[in-house]
């Protein structure tokens, strides 16, 4: 039987010179006693890794400085300023209910509409003087939105973004009045925005260093977010493009684009299946979860809001306007993501691009699927905004070069959504 050949690996980025790498071959053959004609096998690199280092305790006092900001505001808005949001306080009863209800009944979180708002308000009606005097209500998206500007600095920190713009940053971002009132009042967008900004995080983060474990996280994520607003399952769909595009502009085999798009979307797939399961034995309509809206009514309207209808074109100037008043930065984000995917080829930026669009799309569908203007709300602008920060740190991060220029963008464009928000919302 005719002896195996030995074999000797030679990286690919030495095939660049073809000629130098066959030397380097016959070389590193004949040093170790080989024979000069054996072949050679040809690996792959794995990705330079990049990234800031480790903040240690930094994310822990973003987190508790905001969340006790948050926290205070809330709790004057509720005892002095009288504010209570119906759809947090319908929340807060379900959750109540289902511990102090005789007997207690987890069927008090209704399916109506995406259960983790009421479900994430358990922990606080739990402890009853907490929930009866609505405090709940406040501390509630007090430290999710903690959470959430402990999670936007780490994405400027990965994006390489330096302290001092960093902190001016997060605290254009926080300090914004629109976050902030949404930030205090219990309702569930903040909610979801925290599990948005893990999953942008995370496809970044896959990106400059190539750790599989990010699109665990970012695939979790942003199916946890899918039970907070069924809305983020466009979001979902745009995640995974973009990791299609991360493979495709690093030229990953096709078996290695394969596991990681699987990789991030199990757990995806895995949250629908069982919420689809859940509608059809309950509820026997497995996919009405797809058009349900809000049945709750202001006391001061009594339904006249609702009755507003509205077109394709109003639809689009109403989220103009709410993207030009909540989130000005997501104008010059297109125009960099653009920028970056031509002169830069970076494959995330056009990912970015695609998942700014399905996010547009979220508002604007229903809108339309229901016929009710009122449901373009200011509201609606906070994750877009979020969108916007990371597409401009992620552009920061691509190309060196632009660093100073694009770092004064991202500052103008989030000072700017302070002062077009009055704007917007007197039209709107």
Avoid at 107 to 118: E, F, K, V, Y
Avoid at 146 to 155: K, P, Q, R, T
Avoid at 264 to 276: E, K, N, Q, R
Wanted: aromatic share 8%; proline share 5%; net charge negative.
């Amino acid at each position: 039987m005719a002896e195996r050949a030995a074999t000797t690996t030679v990286p690919a980025s030495e095939l660049d010179e073809p000629h130098r790498a066959e030397e380097l071959a016959r070389a590193r053959r004949e040093f170790a006693g080989a024979d000069p004609d054996d072949p050679v096998i040809v690996y792959d690199e794995p990705r330079e890794r990049r990234g800031a280092p480790r903040a240690s305790g930094e994310g822990l006092i973003v987190a508790f400085f905001f969340a006790v900001v948050y926290g205070v505001i809330g709790y004057f808005m509720l005892t002095d300023g009288r504010i209570v949001n119906f759809d947090s306080l319908h929340r807060l009863n379900e959750a109540y209910m289902a511990w102090w209800n005789s007997p207690p009944k987890l069927a008090a979180i209704t399916l109506s509409a995406a259960p983790l708002g009421a479900i994430a308000y358990m922990p606080l009606a739990l402890i009853k003087p907490l929930a009866t005097s609505l405090t709940a209500i406040p501390v509630l998206t007090a430290l999710a939105a903690g959470m959430l500007m402990a999670m936007v600095n780490s994405i400027l920190r990965r994006c390489e973004v330096p302290g001092v713009f960093r902190i001016l940053m997060l605290l254009l971002f926080g300090l914004n009045p629109m976050f902030v009132f949404y930030a205090a009042n219990g309702e569930a967008t903040v909610l979801g925005m925290v599990l948005a900004a893990v999953a942008l995080l995370a496809v970044i983060s896959w990106q400059l260093t190539d750790e599989t474990r990010h699109l665990v996280a970012g695939g979790l994520a942003i199916g946890l977010a899918i039970m907070v607003d069924y809305g983020y399952a466009l979001w979902a769909v745009g995640l995974a493009v973009a990791v299609m595009s991360i493979g495709s502009s690093n030229n990953d085999t096709e078996d290695r684009r394969r596991s990681s798009l699987i990789l991030f979307l199990t757990p995806i797939v895995y949250s629908l299946l069982v919420w689809v399961l859940l509608n059809a034995i309950i509820l026997k309509s497995p996919f009405g979860w797809l058009t349900a809206q809000s049945g709750l009514i202001q006391v001061n309207t009594t339904g006249v809001l609702q009755a507003v209808t509205t077109s394709p074109l109003n639809a689009l100037g109403d989220l103009f306007n709410v993207v030009l008043g909540v989130a000005p930065l997501g104008f010059a984000t297109v125009i960099l993501l653009v920028l970056a995917g031509i002169l830069v080829r970076d494959g995330l930026s056009w990912g970015f691009l695609v998942l700014i669009l399905l996010a547009l799309a979220v508002p604007f569908s229903r809108t339309l699927v229901a016929d009710q203007a009122d449901l373009m709300t200011l509201s609606v602008g906070l994750p877009l905004a979020l969108l916007a920060l990371a597409g401009a740190a992620y552009v920061y991060a691509a190309e060196p070069a632009w660093r100073a220029g694009v770092g004064i963008i991202m500052v103008i464009g989030l000072g700017c959504g302070d002062s077009t928000r009055l704007g917007c919302d007197e039209k709107l």
